[in-house]
């Protein structure tokens, strides 16, 4: 039972790889790592931001980024120096510029064009049900019954 218990108090806390040797000794700097650490994705993991991935290039980005904060860098200074190595890919939250735009706007333009396109589609098919369920001339019911009668 307190394997258990221990089990679950595990898996309910938040996963943290930030290795004790790594946490600044000043809790505001510390607190501004982790918030860098919160945005910043871990290359290998892909999904996980470097506070939760035990990747050692994670590790090797979180001690990045507490050198760099040390050194009196701002956060965005850190985050731009970190990109221009990475690129936007290391980005929890990717810009707006540039080529990502279409990123963005691509889901939206591709949902809209699909319902449109749904659209004409079954109404389409609307009028064609229509205009096959029209009445018969006399020569096609004349036909029919004959093929009924056989």
Known sequence: MRY?????AFLASPALAVQPDEILDDPVLEARA????????CVVCQ????DESNAGIARDLRILVRER???GESN??????VVSRYGEYVLMRPTWGGANI???VAGPVLLLLAMITGFFYLRGRATAQT???AAL??????????????
């Open 102 to 104: 279409i990123l963005y």
């Open 47 to 50: 999904g996980e931001n470097i």
């Open 137 to 150: 001339s006399k020569e096609e019911e004349n036909r029919l019954a004959e093929i009924l009668k056989e």
């Open 69 to 71: 904060l040390k050194e």
């Open 34 to 41: 982790r918030e860098l650490g919160q945005e910043l994705r």
């Open 76 to 81: 965005q200074e850190i985050l731009d120096f």
């Open 131 to 133: 205009a096959a369920g």
């Open 4 to 8: 258990l218990i221990l089990i679950l």
